[in-house]
T-cell receptor
Framework: GNSVTQMEGPVTLSEEAFLTINCTYT??????LFWYVQYPGEGLQLLLK?????DKGSNKGFEATYRKETTSFHLEKGSVQVSDSAVYFC???????????FGTGTSLTVIP | NAGVTQTPKFQVLKTGQSMTLQCAQDMNHNSMYWYRQDPGMGLRLIYY???????DKGEVPNGYNVSRLNKREFSLRLESAAPSQTSVYFC??????????FGQGTRLTVV
């Protein structure tokens, strides 16, 4: 079956620190992979995506590379800001395209 | 472009009351979903509809019913609310192999 496992939080970093949030997946076929971000009191917003192996998604300084050999899609940012404080969700879309699977979310707090 | 619209945004119910959460999307997406979000539990799928006229159970369907009224609208009904259904509810929609688009959520408290 399909599932997503992501690093548990909470994660607390100082401003300008390097961020990695690990995400691994199990899937049949060739899923698309996503990172969503949820700011306090808001819904989920797409942060970045990758639709095939070796694709790199990037947005707002965040990056993640679709690694089929390690079934991973780790989120990275070189220098975090206070405004990056949020909950981050890794997700996959099934091969058939109509099922979505989420990780449990990782809470990030960036302190000045 | 409104995207996914959920109503209401907030609701307080007494145990045993019923209510319907409404969701509408204007992106012509085939698939629509209802999730609940609880602290430390991430997002759990309640029901989904892969296309107009079809609905399927997700991970936590007990205590809920859904209706896919047409391609745009997908409602979630609580027939007899319980305190365990206190949560934030999100509706989402997607086209095949694209990202899911989310509504802003409904914060439901059952007392």
């Amino acid at each position: 079956g399909n599932s997503v496992t992501q690093m548990e939080g909470p994660v607390t970093l100082s401003e300008e620190a390097f961020l990695t949030i690990n995400c691994t997946y199990t899937a049949t076929g060739y899923p698309s992979l996503f990172w969503y971000v949820q700011y306090p009191g808001e819904g989920l917003q797409l942060l970045l995506k990758a639709t095939k192996a070796d694709d790199k998604g990037s947005n707002k300084g965040f990056e993640a590379t679709y690694r089929k050999e390690t079934t991973s899609f780790h989120l990275e940012k070189g220098s975090v800001q206070v405004s990056d404080s949020a909950v981050y969700f890794c997700a996959l879309s099934s091969n058939t395209g109509n099922q979505f699977y989420f990780g449990t979310g990782t809470s990030l707090t960036v302190i000045p | 472009n409104a995207g996914v619209t959920q109503t209401p945004k907030f609701q307080v119910l007494k145990t045993g009351q019923s209510m319907t959460l409404q969701c509408a999307q204007d992106m012509n997406h085939n698939s629509m979903y209802w999730y609940r979000q609880d602290p430390g539990m991430g997002l759990r799928l309640i029901y989904y509809s892969a296309s107009e006229g079809t609905t399927d159970k997700g991970e936590v369907p007990n205590g809920y019913n859904v209706s896919r009224l047409n391609k745009r609208e997908f409602s979630l009904r609580l027939e007899s609310a319980a305190p365990s259904q206190t949560s934030v509810y999100f509706c989402a929609s997607l086209w095949v192999n694209t990202e899911a688009f989310f509504g802003q959520g409904t914060r439901l408290t059952v007392v």
